[in-house]
């Protein structure tokens, strides 16, 4: 059971962020309706995240399939016009239900969940909003294809593929000043002729938003501590 404190407290908290969003958008003259707001609900239950949805918010990130799976189909039901983003990495025998419960992946990051997803899409007649992760820190343990590799990653997907990539993503090093990374990432974007920036959390999301983001992921600032 929730108590009505704790309902306003994701309330405050998500009219707070939206309004960051706002003088982000304001101080680098861009205008609020270019970015969207994906409030990552990952390791929140439905009874923490409805309070969210009944406050306006329809944009919402899962980094898992299989807890996403258990949560969503059931709000899907109570409101529909919710728009769901699969932000954690994918293996390919999950491609089925991601694509049945998702509206966007943003961590497509090798062929063969490419060619999943694509068969995936094409099996059930439906089109996903799709971001290429890259790994923008060139970290050993994280997901994503390297920087010098995003071109050749992308042109795959649309020429052999066929699947239009609506923009990349990352997420920095923990240890590394993200706006070198964001402004790194808004290049190769450019360099690979996609439009979307799907960059900035709890922490950064200002900066992203300076640097041209087009989705913010943002999870603790609006559900609180994980
Ligand atoms: C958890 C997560 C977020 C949100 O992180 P917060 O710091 O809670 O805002 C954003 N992107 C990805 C890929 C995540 O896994």
Do not use: Y
């Not at 990495?89 to 997803?117: E, G, T, Y």
């Not at 609506?166 to 690979?192: N, S, T, Y």
């Amino acid at each position: 059971m929730r108590t009505a404190e704790a309902e306003e407290g994701s309330q405050q908290r998500l009219a707070r962020v939206r309004q960051e969003i706002a003088d982000a958008a304001k101080s680098a003259r861009r205008p609020t309706s270019g970015i969207e707001l994906i409030a990552v609900s990952k390791t929140f239950n439905a009874d923490d995240i409805r309070p969210v949805v009944a406050a306006g918010q329809r944009h919402f990130g899962e980094n898992r399939v299989q807890e996403a799976q258990a949560k969503w189909p059931q709000l899907r039901a109570e409101f529909p016009d919710v728009v769901l983003h699969l932000i954690g990495p994918l293996q390919s025998n999950k491609a089925r239900d991601a694509v049945q419960l998702f509206d966007a992946i943003h961590s497509i990051d090798r062929p063969k969940i490419a060619k999943a997803i694509s068969e995936e899409m094409a099996a059930q007649k439906r089109v996903l909003r799709l971001f290429v992760q890259v790994n923008t820190g060139e970290e050993a343990q994280k997901a994503g294809v390297v920087p010098r590799e995003a071109k050749s990653f992308v042109e795959m997907c649309r020429n052999d593929l066929k699947l239009e990539i609506a923009g990349l993503m990352c997420i920095p090093p923990v240890d590394e000043e993200p706006a070198v990374h964001f402004a790194f990432l808004q290049k190769l974007a450019r360099d690979c002729g996609v439009s979307g920036l799907s960059m900035g959390m709890s922490s950064d999301f200002e900066a992203a938003i300076a640097f041209g983001a087009t989705h913010v992921r943002v999870g603790s600032a609006i559900f609180g501590v994980r």
